[in-house]
């Protein structure tokens, strides 16, 4: 099993990051560009265990580690690796 996890900072939240690319993307000739987020994709893979299973941990993993809960929001997918 593999988890594919997204981050990305909640609605309100500065993204500097995406806000430069915009701008950046805008200079060169892409004014319809309106908005970019920047967030984080991270993988994980389970031996032996069950998807509902590989869903619990990988839940617990983004609430107490992977993901700020103050500053951003995840979700994820369990696929077969």
Do not use: W
Request: charged share 30%; hydrophobic share 35%; net charge negative.
């Amino acid at each position: 099993m593999k988890a594919k996890i997204y981050i990305s900072y909640k609605e309100g939240i500065l993204d500097p990051e995406g806000n430069i690319s915009r701008k950046a993307l805008n200079n060169i000739g892409l004014s319809e560009v309106n908005d970019v987020r920047f967030g984080k994709y991270i993988e994980m893979t389970f031996n032996g265990v069950s998807k509902e299973k590989a869903e619990e941990l990988t839940q617990i993993a983004c609430e107490k580690l992977l993901a700020n809960h103050n500053t951003e929001t995840f979700k994820f997918e369990i696929v077969e690796s």
